[in-house]
């Protein structure tokens, strides 16, 4: 399911980077809580909570969303 995947990026994205929930809602402008949610799986992200995120780890929207298994943003850009 794409919301475990999701959940489960996020996780392991925030955790590899040792910040706390709580910072990282501060840094997209959300509530605790509203962050946490995006972790368990019980709530999805907007697109442009989305787009913030993997901005802000540096990966595609589709490496969070499971489409893909390589995190770096440049191994799936396509040329223009």
């Given amino acids: ?13 925030r955790e590899e980077r040792r910040i706390y929930q709580r910072e990282l809602a501060e840094i997209l402008g959300m509530s605790f809580r509203g962050y946490q949610n995006y972790e368990t799986g019980q709530s999805e992200p907007k697109l442009a909570t989305l787009i913030v995120l993997a901005d802000y780890y540096q990966v595609s929207i589709d490496y969070l969303a499971g489409r893909t298994d390589a995190p770096d943003f440049q191994a799936v850009k396509t040329e223009e």
């Avoid at 399911?1 to 994205?13: N, S, V």
């Fill in 1 to 13: 399911c794409i919301m475990q995947i999701l959940a489960k990026r996020l996780k392991e994205l």
